[in-house]
């Protein structure tokens, strides 16, 4: 039996356009004919624009179908007697938590769905507790949304819908904000509640290794269909896949690389125990031993120092809560530092110290040596020396062109026309936009190109330290990739010392020179990316992880006694390393 059914499904929305002075037509779904069958994992992967949200909107009944036939449980979509029913059995999860938390408890906000669906109040107790052990946030069951980090937030949404246990739950990008530890609870939760439940799960998400757990992935492309199929005949397809600006799961392409070299070896392989498995069982020369040495930490003259710093949020309140506790912190000028953390560890509590957005309860931030705070009127140029990109950084954008959104911060400053005109223009370069893109509205960019104006408007304040709190959150991989891109650039063309926070153990992996971890307020972990990667089990406790690549080595390490090192993080040199051991 068929959950969702659609037939040349099109939807078609107006939007103002400059240009033209007058709203015009995007079609944002082209002919979709797609069947989702009852208690079916389907994943639905697609670049930002590719029509993946708009397709959710129109199963949930948030949206009308255009044009084409929408049945969703035997229903007609478009049929507007049907929306209740469709939306009472079919619950959504979106991006950003903040668009569906309501109440000011936690416990109050999981209840609300249940409470409005009619359900005996003993029932609706049994099902917040259920979803507040699914995503882990039992000891914050009391606790205000408005305090939690952002990840928590997500998990909170998450428990909303879950409590409701609805027939389908479509899930759009839910583990965006969450750390690893988070994103395996909820894909454990995701993929129990589909096996044990029947429920039908509609996942978008930009996590290969999530989509991996499917029974059936659906590839979307211009508001259309790309590809189907098993997870197993997708992923094979790597060329294609990243024609279409997406990604393969690490292991996978690993095997897809390896099998270029030796024809019997597995080229579709999904995970790190099916990897191993192929791997003893192709044969491997045991006397094989390849050695790599760790990175050597460098220490530069310090540019950014803090000395037990300790923030309380809601102190002396019944939401009394410790963010960040007797910090010490050194970033030397030049540094690539990646930060991470579980959610809720504190990251986005600290950088916002770093140029005096928030003021600590105790200790002190100092730049190139002088307190931030010691002089009130010398905040401006504080903010001007640290720039701060935040999390969804389109969120900072508020100017009608992109030139004077970039511009902004330059005018704020009271720098001359000329002055501005030639930051403004650099910054944009910078960041690949186009001047014939200058007069149009950031509103009409893609995700991606909203962030790179956003962090362009940062970069013509001409920063001396840039801090980017989650900036690739929610990107598809192109989009990512160019940010990461970008940022790499800007550090080693400009010189600016770079903090990164990041829930992507492969982007650090990728980019960072060090790793600050983050454990409950505290820094547990301050070295080089290859001493802190090697030590996975540690971030393991911390509700983190390391690369997918690190992993694989360690467990070949482990189990099969061959001897590689697990400092590897690029599929080139994994490929290199392994198909000469396999030889």
């Known amino acids: 039996m068929n959950f969702v059914e659609s037939r040349n499904l099109q939807f078609e929305y107006t939007k103002y356009d400059d240009e033209t002075d007058s709203r015009v037509s995007v079609k944002a779904l082209k002919g979709v004919d797609i069947n989702i069958r009852k208690g079916e994992f389907t994943a639905v992967l697609g670049r930002n624009g590719s029509g993946k949200s708009t397709f959710a909107k129109l199963i949930n009944g948030l949206n009308i179908p255009t044009e084409g036939l929408l049945y969703v449980r035997g229903l007609d979509a478009s049929v507007e007697k049907n929306i209740w029913d469709i939306r009472q059995n079919v619950g959504m999860v979106f991006q950003n938590p903040?668009?569906?938390?309501?109440?000011?408890?936690?416990?109050e906000d999981i209840a609300f769905g249940p409470e409005n669906l009619g359900m005996p109040p003993s029932e609706i107790?049994?099902?917040?507790?259920?979803?507040?052990?699914?995503?882990?946030?039992?000891?914050f069951r009391n606790a205000a949304p408005a305090y939690l980090s952002g990840g928590q937030k997500q998990r909170i949404a998450i428990a909303g819908i879950l409590a409701m246990k609805p027939e389908c739950i479509i899930l759009d990008e839910p583990t965006a904000m969450l750390d690893p530890q988070g994103r395996k609870e909820v894909m454990n939760t995701v993929t129990m509640l589909n096996k044990e439940e029947g429920i039908t799960i509609i996942l978008i998400t930009h996590y290969m290794e999530e989509a991996a757990l499917a029974d059936r992935i659906i590839v979307m492309n211009d508001g259309k269909v790309a590809m189907e199929g098993a997870p197993r005949e997708i992923f094979s397809r790597v060329e294609e896949m990243k024609s279409l600006h997406l990604d393969v799961p690490q292991i996978t392409e690993l095997s897809y690389v390896i099998n270029k070299s030796i024809k019997k070896f597995p080229a579709d392989i999904l995970n790190i125990e099916e990897f191993t498995d192929a791997f003893k069982y192709y044969g491997f020369n045991k006397n094989f031993s390849y050695k790599k040495e760790n990175s050597i930490a460098k220490f530069?003259?310090?540019i950014l120092e803090v000395k037990k710093l300790t923030h309380i949020y809601g102190k002396e309140t019944a939401f009394?809560?410790?963010a960040v506790k007797d910090i010490d912190l050194t970033v030397g000028e030049g540094d690539f530092i990646g930060l991470i953390g579980h959610t809720g560890s504190g990251k986005s509590t600290l950088i916002q110290h770093f140029n005096a957005l928030v003021k600590g309860d105790e200790g002190n931030v100092l730049f190139k040596g002088k307190d931030i705070f010691e002089d009130k009127a010398g905040l401006k140029f504080i903010r001007q020396k640290i720039g701060l990109v935040f999390q969804y950084p389109e969120y900072q954008i508020f100017e009608t062109t992109i030139y004077d959104e970039v511009a902004y911060g330059p005018k704020n400053c009271g720098l001359s026309a000329e002055e501005i005109d030639v930051r403004v223009r650099e910054a944009l370069a910078f960041v690949g936009i186009a001047e014939d893109m200058y007069k149009k509205s950031p509103f009409?960019?893609?995700?991606?190109?909203?962030?790179?104006?956003?962090?362009?408007?940062i970069l013509a304040?001409?920063?001396?330290?840039?801090v980017l709190d989650e900036p690739m959150a929610g990107l598809d991989p192109y989009g990512r990739d160019e940010i990461l891109s970008n940022i790499k650039r800007m550090h080693d063309d400009l010189g600016i010392t770079v903090i990164l926070?990041?829930?992507?153990?492969?982007?650090?992996?990728?980019?960072?020179?060090k790793i600050l971890v983050m454990n409950k307020g505290s820094i547990a972990m301050y070295d080089t990316v290859d001493n802190v990667f090697k030590e996975p089990d540690r971030l393991t406790a911390m509700g983190l992880n390391a690369p997918q690549l690190t992993l694989l080595f360690k467990r070949?390490?482990?189990?099969?006694?061959?001897?590689?090192?697990v400092n590897v993080y690029d599929i080139k040199e994994a490929a290199e390393i392994l198909i000469s051991a396999l030889k």
Not at 444 to 457: C, M, N, P, T, W
Not at 502 to 509: K, P, V
Not at 556 to 565: A, F
């Open 98 to 107: 903040d668009n569906q938390i309501i109440a000011t408890i936690v416990e």
């Open 125 to 139: 107790v049994k099902n917040v507790d259920m979803a507040l052990k699914a995503v882990s946030m039992e000891e």
């Open 300 to 302: 530069n003259k310090p």
């Open 320 to 322: 009394e809560k410790v």
């Open 444 to 457: 009409d960019l893609s995700g991606g190109q909203k962030r790179r104006v956003a962090i362009a408007g």
């Open 461 to 466: 304040m001409k920063p001396e330290i840039l």
């Open 501 to 513: 926070v990041s829930h992507s153990m492969e982007d650090i992996a990728a980019i960072a020179d």
């Open 556 to 565: 070949l390490r482990d189990e099969l006694g061959l001897d590689v090192p």
